[in-house]
C-alpha cells in the first residue's frame, strides 16, 4: 500500500471474535490500522454511537476516505472493495458461479454461524463475565441498559440447543466441503467467505467444552482440515497473536 496512506481506527474488544474477522482481512491487505479495544459501557454512548448506532463492535474509520463503516461483513465488502479493486489478494472470486457462491458462503457465516455460536457462548460463560464487567465500569445499575445477566444455572435445553446448532453448521461445511473434493469453500484458493468463518472456529472448543476438539477432528475432519489451512495463514495468526496478547493485558 502506498506510503502515504493514513492508518485506519479498528474499533475492537479483546473478547468478541468479530473485530477479528476485521482484523484479519486488514492483514490480509497489508493495511496500516491501529486498533482501539473498547469497553462495554462506552459502546452504548457517545463519540461511539456516533460511529455505530448499534453499539456493538467491530467498526472502523477511515481518515483517508472520511468512511466511518459497522458491522463486520460491511467493513470486509468495504476494505475488499476500496483498497483491492484489482482483486491482487485474490480473496474475491469475480465471475461464474464461484463469485455467488462465496456471497452465500458469507452470508451463511453472518446469519448462521455468528448467531449460534454467539448464543451457545452467551449460555456457556459470557453473561456472567459482562455482567461482572458492567457492573465494574457502570457506577449504576441502570447503565447496564439492555445487557441482562440470568441467574439461571444448568441452562440444559439452552446449551443444547445452539450446541447442535454448532454441530449442524460444521456438518453442512464438512459434507459441501467432501462433496465438492476441494480444499476450500468456493474452489481451490481461500477466499473472503472462508475467512470469515475463522475466528469463532478459534473460540469454538471454548464454547463446546472439553474434548470437543477431538470431536470435532473424528466426526467432521474435512471442515477441522479447512479450519486448520486458513489458521496457517499469516494474516490469520498475526490477528489471533494480537487477540491473545490483548486478553492477557
Known amino acids: 500500500m502506498s506510503s502515504n496512506m493514513k492508518p485506519i481506527k479498528l474499533y475492537s474488544h479483546a473478547g468478541g471474535p468479530n473485530p477479528w474477522k476485521v482484523a484479519i482481512f486488514l492483514n490480509e491487505l497489508d493495511l496500516a490500522y491501529e486498533t482501539e479495544l473498547m469497553q462495554f459501557p462506552d459502546l452504548k454512548k457517545e463519540p461511539f454511537e456516533s460511529i455505530n448506532p448499534n453499539g456493538r463492535v467491530p467498526a472502523i474509520e477511515d481518515p483517508n476516505t472520511g468512511m466511518k463503516v459497522w458491522e463486520s461483513g460491511a467493513i470486509i465488502e468495504y476494505l475488499l472493495e476500496t483498497y483491492d479493486e484489482a482483486n491482487k489478494s485474490g480473496l474475491r472470486y469475480t465471475s461464474g458461479a464461484a463469485k455467488w457462491e462465496q456471497k452465500s458462503w458469507a452470508y451463511f457465516q453472518m446469519s448462521g454461524q455468528g448467531p449460534m455460536y454467539g448464543q451457545r457462548a452467551w449460555f456457556t460463560f459470557v ?17 447496564i441498559g439492555d445487557v441482562q445477566y440470568h441467574p439461571e444455572k444448568n441452562l440444559t435445553s439452552c446449551l443444547d440447543r445452539y450446541g447442535n446448532e454448532i454441530k449442524r453448521i460444521l456438518s453442512v461445511i464438512n459434507a459441501h466441503l467432501k462433496k465438492s473434493g476441494r480444499p476450500y469453500l468456493c474452489g481451490e484458493h481461500a477466499s473472503y467467505a472462508d475467512l470469515m468463518f475463522v475466528p469463532w472456529g478459534w473460540l469454538t472448543p471454548a464454547i463446546m467444552g472439553e474434548g470437543f476438539a477431538d470431536e470435532w477432528k473424528k466426526s467432521y475432519p474435512e471442515a477441522w482440515a479447512w479450519q486448520q489451512k486458513l489458521e496457517e495463514r499469516p494474516a490469520v495468526s498475526k490477528a489471533r497473536e494480537a487477540r491473545e496478547k490483548a486478553n492477557a493485558k
Not at 453473561?127 to 447503565?143: F, K, N, V
Request: with cysteine.
Open 127 to 143: 453473561s456472567y463475565t459482562i455482567a461482572r464487567l458492567l457492573m465494574t465500569y457502570c457506577q449504576h445499575t441502570d447503565e
